[in-house]
């Protein structure tokens, strides 16, 4: 697996990462923002957003003194082809299963 698929499903393995890709979805945050939001301290939410930075799923833009954490959609591209692949493996392997009980029934 590539590196870039890989921390993008490290970056997905915890679940406050899963919760912070939802909420950042929806709306654009400061860490401060999000911390409100959790029962963790500043230091430990800005750690989920550097896994999250770092597998491609988020991206940090310095405005002023704050930094806005903002979800970034073509992160998801290494999963879901991933995963499109597996889709692609059961439509084939099903269709195969339908031709054989169809060969069966005449």
Known sequence: MQTQTQNAFRALADPTRREIVQ????QDM???????????????????????SDGGLITVEPRGRERINRLEPKGMAPILDWFSYFDQFWDNRLNNLKKAIERKEK
């Open 23 to 26: 909420i950042l979805a929806s």
């Open 30 to 52: 400061t860490i401060g923002q999000l911390t409100d939001r959790f029962d963790m301290t500043r230091a430990a939410v800005k750690k989920h957003l550097t896994v999250l």
